[in-house]
């Protein structure tokens, strides 16, 4: 492993505790979402005409009962509703309530003002550019890892 790629995994390790410490931050000043919730609540208010908990598994590549606990907490606090799928009388669909949406709007601002003040000294360009980078990154590591990987262990 040459030194370029070690620097890399130890800013790695870096960005995964920054990114631990954010979402604890951000559950103990806005905990209209439950801790470990947002990124659920994001993926279902992300389908606008609502969404099965079956295709949120898929997508999420999370396990059907993790997605249907959290679902569940989710539904518990009244920020997602299920509503009758009109096609198949059995299931239902999930959608963000108001509540959840307000509740988003507020997570959102409140990352927003952390970054914010994170890039206070930053141009716009070398934003622009972690962001692209952070996102072929991303986008790489799942190629690499075959883009099938369940990511339950990883939650």
């Not at 800013?11 to 954010?22: G, N, P, S």
């Not at 907490?73 to 096609?87: F, I, K, S, Y």
Request: glycine fraction near 8%; proline fraction near 5%.
């Amino acid at each position: 492993m040459d030194s370029g790629v070690r620097e890399l995994g130890l800013r790695l390790y870096d960005l995964v505790r920054t990114v631990r410490l954010l979402k604890q931050r951000r559950a103990d000043e806005r905990p209209a979402i439950p801790a470990g919730l947002l990124g659920m609540l994001v993926q279902i208010d992300q389908r606008a005409s609502g969404c099965h908990a079956r295709e949120l598994a898929q997508q999420t590549r999370l396990d059907p009962s993790t997605v249907s606990r959290s679902v569940a907490a989710l539904v518990a606090q009244g920020l997602v509703e299920r509503r009758p799928d009109p096609t198949d009388k059995r299931a239902t669909f999930l959608a963000v309530t108001p509540a959840g949406r307000a509740a988003l709007a507020d997570s959102h601002g409140w990352y927003g003002e952390v970054l914010d003040r994170a890039l206070a000294d930053w141009t716009p360009g070398e934003v622009r550019a972690l962001s692209a980078a952070l996102g072929r990154f991303a986008g790489d590591i799942e190629v690499a890892l075959g883009n099938h990987d369940n990511l339950e262990a990883a939650r």
